[in-house]
């Protein structure tokens, strides 16, 4: 397959998987902005150009947040992308504080592509944290978020320069 008909089917997978689901923003926006989202920074911003990262960014939610298994991933898009999902998936069986901190202790530990997933998954959240956070978050839950998103990465860091320092810019809009 070429590289873009399996862009192209990763994005059509995940719109399938989380086509009844919302973010948490007060506008309740369509889940599958969220995935666009780090393949555009991974893409437009960051200049990646690794098709399996790019697929597993599309694809990074869909085991965490849907039916999705792992055997189905590797089934439609292979090893290698079905590999870099697994790495940024959290273990749904986990306390939500364990997992926490589990993303601490793991993110030095993941594979070069699955870190840039993840400066992707991050620099999203704080941009949306930063302008359209979930309803209801109060500034300190805004604040304890990007707190723990800066621990993560600063766990990864020298792996990818450029995507870094769009971190860091989505960090320095930290709510005060
Ligand atoms: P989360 O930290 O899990 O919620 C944030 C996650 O929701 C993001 O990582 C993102 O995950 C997803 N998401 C969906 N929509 C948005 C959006 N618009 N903006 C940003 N992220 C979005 O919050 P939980 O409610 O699950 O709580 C987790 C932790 O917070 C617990 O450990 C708990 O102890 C603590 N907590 C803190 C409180 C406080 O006031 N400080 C109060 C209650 C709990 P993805 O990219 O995977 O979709
Ligand atoms: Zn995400």
Not at 12 to 24: E, G, I
Not at 26 to 53: C, F, K, M, Q, W
Not at 144 to 172: M, S, T
Request: include cysteine; glycine fraction near 2%.
């Amino acid at each position: 397959m070429t590289d873009l008909k399996l862009i192209m089917q990763a994005l059509s997978f995940a719109a399938h998987k989380h086509r009844d689901q919302r973010r948490k923003d007060v506008d309740a926006s369509p889940y599958i902005n969220h995935p666009i989202s780090l393949a555009s920074i991974l893409i437009n911003e960051g200049g990646v150009t690794d098709v399996n990262v790019i697929c597993a960014a599309l694809l990074h939610d869909t085991i965490e947040d849907t039916d999705t298994t792992p055997e189905e991933l590797e089934q439609a898009f292979g090893f290698a992308i079905k590999t870099i999902v697994m790495e940024v998936t959290d273990d749904k069986l986990l306390p939500k504080v364990d997992r926490k901190r589990l993303q601490i202790e793991h993110a030095a530990h993941v594979s070069p592509q699955a870190k840039l997933v993840k400066l992707a998954d991050k620099t999203s959240n704080l941009r949306d944290v930063a302008v359209n956070p979930p309803e209801n978050w109060s500034l300190q839950r805004r604040q304890e978020y990007f707190d723990w998103a800066k621990q993560v990465i600063d766990q990864l860091r020298g792996v990818h320069p450029q995507l870094e320092a769009l971190f860091d810019a989505a960090y320095a809009s930290r709510p005060k």
